[in-house]
T-cell receptor
Framework: DVKVTQSSRYLVKRTGEKVFLECVQD?????MFWYRQDPGLGLRLIYF???????EKGDIPEGYSVSREKKERFSLILESASTNQTSMYLC???????????FGPGTRLLVL | GQQLNQSPQSMFIQEGEDVSMNCTSS?????WLWYKQDPGEGPVLLIA?????ELTSNGRLTAQFGITRKDSFLNISASIPSDVGIYFC???????????????FGQGTILTVHP
């Protein structure tokens, strides 16, 4: 079975802190994605990566950056957390061009 | 960007009832997908549709890719308590376009099933 793990299930941070969310997949997938999920808005794509060291902006990249130094790991970085970044963050990986995505359990981030 | 409108936003039904939900788009999609998210978990793929008019089943679930390529439907027959969760539609654009590889998700339908 494909396994996508995220470093934390729950996280509480203060405004202005730098936040790292880590995602690891064990199926050698080339493609990885970061979404945020908010009630009534569904899942919105923040960034994605089709290869190591490669990244592309999604629909809402402002306030975020990403890092993909190894194929299995895709990190989401909040350079200076703000309260409007309080959300559920979901990581996904895909063996194809994003069509079949396998999701991690999510990290619920609260920024105070 | 592309937008998907999913309805209804929520449903409260009795066990044994059938459920229908749908998604409409302002743009054409090449692929339609339906995901389910259990409480506290990430979404899991239920059904993938690749061709206009296609009707695909997965157990009690049936989904259809609309003829216009701008809509999709999901039906759940004889609902059971474990059907509870959030159901998302997602669309993927044509290969070669800037939207290739990216999924656009609907807002989700929250399903509650009363025993």
């Amino acid at each position: 079975d494909v396994k996508v793990t995220q470093s934390s299930r729950y996280l509480v941070k203060r405004t202005g802190e730098k936040v790292f969310l880590e995602c690891v997949q064990d199926m050698d997938h080339e493609n990885m994605f970061w979404y945020r999920q908010d009630p009534g808005l569904g899942l919105r794509l923040i960034y994605f990566s089709y290869d190591v060291k490669m990244k592309e902006k999604g629909d809402i990249p402002e306030g975020y950056s990403v890092s993909r130094e190894k194929k299995e790991r895709f990190s989401l970085i909040l350079e200076s957390a703000s309260t409007n970044q309080t959300s559920m963050y979901l990581c996904a990986s895909s063996p194809d061009r994003g069509e079949t995505q396998y999701f991690g359990p999510g990290t619920r981030l609260l920024v105070l | 960007g592309q937008q998907l409108n999913q309805s209804p936003q929520s449903m409260f039904i009795q066990e044994g009832e059938d459920v229908s939900m749908n998604c409409t788009s302002s743009s054409i999609f090449n692929t339609w997908l339906w995901y389910k998210q259990d409480p506290g978990e990430g979404p899991v793929l239920l059904i993938a549709l690749y061709k206009a008019g296609e009707l695909t089943s997965n157990g009690r679930l049936t989904a259809q890719f609309g003829i216009t390529r701008k809509d999709s439907f999901l039906n759940i027959s004889a609902s059971i308590p474990s059907d509870v969760g959030i159901y998302f539609c997602a669309g993927q654009g044509y290969a070669g376009g800037t939207s290739y590889g990216k999924l656009t998700f609907g807002q989700g339908t929250i399903l509650t099933v009363h025993p």
